[in-house]
């Protein structure tokens, strides 16, 4: 028996797109499983077949499909990924897709998971930016009483697993945004600041549209007539309700700070461009006095005043800089420079 579980996990990890395929009893997995027998094992009564995938090809979710009877339509969006959160019934099956969402090189970047559900299996298909399931799985084996609850509990530990990956997301982009608004106030704020906040008030936009969803997967997850979901779990998917409106609700605060610092910084920029254009036409006022008196005394006349008195260049500088610095006085006094 230790010989044929060693050669099945070798097998587990030699096929590319499974993470890991593994039958459970009672809230404890007993057996390592190759997806050739997940069928089998699932229809034993009181087995659970928990199968997690990453990326895999049309081939691995055709085996998939052929195991547990899936439906060709999810099959096919499963494979194609870039679907909107929802959740299907195919039968005695369940199919939902949630979008995973995490931080990396300070951008937003999304996944998606597509879970399968139905009468003793549960298949995760993760695609893109996604946290792997593995502590999921490791929290759930390390509380047998909750695992053996079934598949509709592994269905809620997995969307409350996607869901709290949200928080830190926000929570990041939150100390960022604190500091850029630390920036803008003390007037340190740069261009690229502002390119900043547009990026990641767009991010927030995708963020929200990837969660907010949920909360509709949720409530039909809470009402009776979904095949496998007992109604003790409703509780439980009406807290990861809870969850997402709370994340929809950050989301929507940050997004209005987002907004505000936004235009502060706009109106900072406005204020400071006035100000130089204030200082700039002051300048060009004062310096308008002598090229005044040059220009008219550089005019060709023959007979112009003071031209041949010995003291008329004195008294132009003169006249130049008293009429230069009564200019000055008077604009610092209504703080143009």
């Known amino acids: 028996m230790a010989n044929s579980l060693r050669l099945v996990s070798v097998q587990s990890k030699a096929t590319p797109g499974i993470v890991a395929s593994a039958a459970y009893v009672g809230g404890r997995r007993v057996a390592e499983i190759p997806i050739e027998e997940a069928g089998?094992?699932?229809?034993?009564?009181?087995?659970?077949v928990w199968i997690g995938l990453h990326e895999p090809g049309l081939d691995l979710l055709r085996q998939v499909q052929k195991e547990f009877a899936l439906h060709d339509l999810a099959i096919e969006d499963a494979l194609k990924a870039h679907q909107r959160p929802k959740l299907e019934q195919y039968g005695e099956a369940l199919f939902i897709v949630a979008r995973t969402a995490q931080m990396l090189d300070g951008r937003i970047?999304?996944?998606?998971?597509?879970?399968?559900?139905?009468?003793?299996?549960?298949?995760?298909?993760?695609?893109?930016?996604?946290?792997?399931?593995?502590?999921?799985?490791?929290?759930?084996?390390?509380?047998?009483?909750?695992?053996?609850?079934?598949?509709?509990?592994?269905?809620?530990?997995?969307?409350?697993?996607?869901?709290d990956n949200y928080m830190p997301v926000v929570e990041t982009i939150q100390a960022e945004v604190e500091q850029i608004e630390d920036s803008i106030l003390a007037e340190t704020s740069t261009p690229l600041h502002v390119q900043r906040l547009y990026q990641l008030r767009r991010d927030l936009l995708r963020l929200r549209n990837a969660a907010v969803p949920l909360v509709e997967v949720c409530r039909r997850l809470e009402q009776p007539g979904l095949p496998g979901i007992d109604s003790s779990m409703y509780p439980l998917f009406r807290d990861v309700s809870d969850h997402i409106r709370r994340v929809q609700e950050e989301i929507e605060s940050l997004r209005e700070v987002l907004a505000f610092a936004f235009e502060t910084s706009l109106m900072i920029g406005q204020a400071q461009q006035t100000e130089i254009t204030r200082k700039l036409a002051a300048w060009a006022a004062i310096l308008a006095v002598p090229t005044a008196v040059a220009g008219i005394y550089g005019m060709n006349f023959e007979f112009m005043p003071e031209l041949q008195w010995k003291y008329g260049y004195a008294l132009v500088l003169m006249v130049i800089a008293t009429a230069c610095g009564g200019l000055y006085w008077r604009f610092r006094q209504k703080h143009w420079l």
């Open 109 to 163: 970047a999304f996944g998606e998971t597509h879970l399968f559900v139905g009468r003793g299996y549960v298949v995760s298909v993760r695609h893109g930016a996604s946290t792997s399931y593995t502590p999921v799985r490791e929290r759930c084996e390390a509380s047998p009483a909750d695992l053996s609850g079934g598949e509709d509990f592994i269905l809620y530990a997995l969307l409350d697993f996607i869901v």
């Open 40 to 48: 089998e094992w699932s229809r034993k009564p009181g087995h659970v």
